[in-house]
């Protein structure tokens, strides 16, 4: 479902569990194991929507070790484009002076620069940046929230169709 030098793109319910899963992937990413498939031990850089003092509760309860850095809530308000550009870029630099593996976006709309998600336009001009920390060697998970109502395979997610199109893995 990850794989290195691609994005996948994880959609789910509000409230239902998906930091939750995360948080338990990232454990695993410290020592291997096996989380629907095998994880090979690696670090990872989170983007996180929730705050720091959550993160630091979910680290000790969980275990999660200092193979995993969080950058929390890394924007006061939403980023303007050229903001978001440095900020990918600087990411970038941390995969490659860190050797991270895996960098995640929970959520990604709480980071991008797009006031419309259902804008195809601006959603691809904030994901295609995103190529610039795959091409530094890490695999990249947007974690995401479905759109209203029933949706056909391979578009439950909300927003613009540029999304689920622009991921490797859905």
Do not use: M
């Not at 275990?63 to 990411?91: M, N, Q, T």
């Not at 976006?105 to 804008?119: K, L, M, R």
């Not at 949706?151 to 893995?169: C, K, M, N, T, Y």
Request: proline share 5%; charged share 20%; net charge neutral.
């Amino acid at each position: 479902f990850l794989a290195r030098e691609h994005t996948t793109l994880f959609s789910g319910l509000w409230k239902a569990g998906k930091t939750t899963l995360l948080a338990h992937l990232l454990r695993l990413c410290g020592i291997g194991g096996n989380l629907a498939g095998r994880i090979d031990p690696c670090k990872a850089l989170v983007v996180s929507e929730e705050s720091r003092g959550l993160w630091v509760r979910r680290r000790d309860d969980l275990g999660i070790g200092d193979h995993v850095a969080v950058l929390s809530r890394p924007f006061l308000a939403r980023p303007r484009y050229g903001e978001w550009l440095g900020f990918i870029d600087h990411l970038a630099g941390l995969v490659r002076s860190d050797a991270y593996k895996l960098v995640v976006f929970d959520t990604i709309t709480s980071a991008w620069p797009v006031p419309d998600e259902n804008d195809a336009a601006a959603v691809l001009s904030a994901l295609t940046p995103l190529h610039g920390l795959t091409a530094a060697g890490a695999a990249v998970l947007l974690v995401h929230h479905p759109r209203k109502g029933d949706a056909g395979e391979g578009q439950a997610a909300r927003g613009s169709g540029a999304l689920p199109g622009f991921v490797d893995i859905i």
